[in-house]
T-cell receptor
Framework: EPEVTQTPSHQVTQMGQEVILRCVPI?????FYWYRQILGQKVEFLVS????????KSEIFDDQFSVERPDGSNFTLKIRSTKLEDSAMYFC??????????FGEGSRLTVL | AQRVTQPEKLLSVFKGAPVELKCNYS??????LFWYVQYSRQRLQLLLR??SRESIKGFTADLNKGETSFHLKKPFAQEEDSAMYYC???????????FGQGTELSVKP
């Protein structure tokens, strides 16, 4: 069964460094998402992406964040200059039709 | 504003007992509601959606528009039901699925 895959599974970085989290969505899916979960808190929506552009983003998704689908298969989340509070689990998801999302296993980001 | 509320952070029951995980939502349009589950060390996955009105792993959920609720129920809990359960609301403006806080269900033997 096809799955959403994410790399890396865990990344440790210094504050101020740039981080890129990578995702390979399920191949025939059209909608792509990033969510994050700070330890002990709920899963929070960051951004949705459809037809090669952002369709919706949350207030968390400020100018430090960007997403890209560089080659038709990968879907990346870039954090330009990481802050301590960016430490979280980041989940990528994709869907063919809206509503039922398929999630990756997550990338744990630790900012020191 | 759209919101999903799960009032219980932790629900602990014994095997064989009935379970109800509460979910309330706030949405001015016609809601599309889901329950997602995350078993230990596994990814978030869809459990059920209100549109299909199905029962998955013995769980059911009924949308009550009057009470703006979508509670998840199972008559007889099993140990393998222990997991985090998230109620989620999807709305079509840009395609956004928002989650409640999650409820950890612990089923004791």
């Amino acid at each position: 069964e096809p799955e959403v895959t994410q790399t890396p599974s865990h990344q440790v970085t210094q504050m101020g460094q740039e981080v890129i989290l990578r995702c390979v969505p399920i191949s025939n899916h059209l909608y792509f998402y990033w969510y994050r979960q700070i330890l002990g808190q709920k899963v929070e929506f960051l951004v949705s992406f459809y037809n090669n552009e952002i369709s919706e983003k949350s207030e968390i998704f400020d100018d430090q964040f960007s997403v890209e689908r560089p080659d038709g298969s990968n879907f990346t989340l870039k954090i330009r200059s990481t802050k301590l509070e960016d430490s979280a689990m980041y989940f990528c998801a994709s869907s063919h039709s809206t509503g039922e999302l398929f999630f990756g296993e997550g990338s744990r980001l630790t900012v020191l | 504003a759209q919101r999903v509320t799960q009032p219980e952070k932790l629900l602990s029951v014994f095997k064989g007992a009935p379970v109800e995980l509460k979910c309330n939502y706030s949405y001015s349009g016609s809601p599309e509601l889901f329950w997602y589950v995350q078993y230990s060390r596994q990814r978030l996955q869809l459990l059920l959606r209100h549109i299909s009105r199905e029962s998955i792993k013995g769980f059911t959920a009924d949308l009550n528009k009057g009470e703006t609720s979508f509670h998840l129920k199972k008559p007889f809990a099993q140990e393998e039901d222990s997991a985090m359960y998230y109620c989620a609301l999807f709305y079509n403006q840009g395609g956004k699925l928002i989650f409640g806080q999650g409820t950890e269900l612990s089923v004791k033997p």
